[in-house]
Every structure is written in C-alpha cells, then in structure tokens.
C-alpha cells in the first residue's frame, strides 16, 4: 500500500474513497502516508443507505432494485464521490462484514469494491472469510491491490 500512496503522490494523482463496511478504514489507510495532503482532500464514510443517497447520489430505485450491497450501488459510490472531491480515483465499498445481516444470495463476507479511475471503473464482487475485522481488512487490502493494477 505504502508504494501505491507514494507513487499516486509523485504522479500528482488525486484520490477519494466512499466507504460503507469498511467504515473509514480505506481512508484511514490513506493518511498514515507523509505527503498524501496534495492528493487527498477527503471521503465520504456512508454506512447508512440516506446518505449514500443524500451525499453520494445513490438513485433510491437501486437500494430497492439490488440492495445496497450490489455493484449498481457501487459505480454510483464511486462516481458520486468522484464528483465531489473531483478526483481521479475513486475507491467505493459496500458489503456485509458480519457477523450478521447475510444471506444466501449475499453470505456474511460478500463485499462489492469500486475503482473508478478517471472514466475506467473495475468492479468486483468478493465473499472474504473471517471475523468482522478480517473482512474489512480484506477488502481495505483489496481495494489497493484493485488501483495497483491500474499502474
């Protein structure tokens, strides 16, 4: 992660995240890392589904439609907080890290992780195993991993 950080910083590369699960964990990982003040200006943790759509323009037919934990949810995290911080890369997380709240659509572990980056978005759908701190750890490791890739 640390490599990601400074390369984005000596690119001159903005970044932003919208959180929901992993609540604040990305953009906690971002600060620990000197320097990161010109490329980081601020996200947007949005555990509940009002301020994904208050804040981040989550259209309320996609909550009712596919659930919050649902790629259509997802894209419209990251360009909605694309948006906001007029960043090139956007971060957006949802999912359930459990212990409770799954399914057997949607197990304890599944986790939906946006990268936007400039006009080119990944997503990815990933059911992570372990306790409550092990999913969200897995998907704040994932979510660097998904930018590297665009390195």
């Given amino acids: 992660m640390k490599e990601i950080i400074e390369r984005l910083i000596q690119e001159d590369i903005t970044i932003t995240t919208a959180e929901s699960c992993t609540g604040g964990l990305i953009a906690s990982e ?56 007029d960043s090139k890369i956007a971060i957006a997380v949802s999912g359930i890290a459990g212990p409770d709240g799954g399914s057997e659509e949607k197990p304890v572990g599944t986790v939906f992780i946006g990268v936007l980056y400039e006009n080119n978005l990944t997503i990815e759908k990933n059911i992570f195993k372990g306790s409550r701190i092990e999913v969200q750890q897995s998907a704040k490791n994932r979510a660097f991993e998904i930018v590297g890739n665009f390195f």
């Fill in 30 to 85: 971002i600060v620990k890392h000197s320097g990161v003040s010109s490329i980081y200006s601020g996200s947007i943790v949005s555990y509940s589904n009002e301020i994904k759509h208050k804040l981040l323009g989550v259209d309320k037919e996609v909550f009712e439609t596919y659930g919050a934990v649902s790629k259509e949810c997802v894209e419209q995290m990251c360009k909605g907080v694309q948006k906001i911080f």
